[in-house]
């Protein structure tokens, strides 16, 4: 099974990791809190897709999709991240994205022509 954890917020503010389809250990939520650092988001920036208005890049063993900013949170400095073990397309990303209803909340799919702000 390959895991899929959101790394965001979850109707408040402030960032937490959540397995999606598996139990987290310590370890788990240990690695992915490190990615709330002003570093982790800059290089989110520098792999912005325009096109896709989020940033999409293969981080070890993982491939990661992200925007700058919370549904949840209006402060700077926010992300809202999603992993999942494997090599996968940004077009599976957003598909599991949409499929999902707690995903699809978090990525504001359906408001989310907002303007790229570079928060960082």
């Not at 959101?6 to 503010?13: K, N, W």
């Not at 999942?84 to 209803?101: F, P, R, S, V």
Request: proline share 2%; aromatic share 18%.
């Amino acid at each position: 099974m390959e895991k899929i954890t959101y790394f965001g917020t979850q109707r408040r503010p402030g960032h937490y990791p959540l397995g999606i389809n598996y139990y987290m250990e310590q370890y788990d939520i240990d690695f992915y809190n490190s990615c709330d650092s002003e570093r982790f988001m800059i290089f989110m920036y520098n792999h912005f897709n325009k096109e896709h208005k989020a940033a999409y890049f293969l981080l070890k063993n993982l491939t990661v999709y992200g925007i700058l900013y919370s549904v949840d949170d209006d402060r700077a400095s926010c992300e809202t991240v999603l992993f999942w073990e494997g090599k996968h397309t940004i077009e599976e990303m957003e598909k599991l994205i949409e499929d999902n209803e707690f995903l699809h909340r978090q990525f504001d799919v359906k408001n989310r022509m907002h303007e790229y702000k570079r928060t960082v």
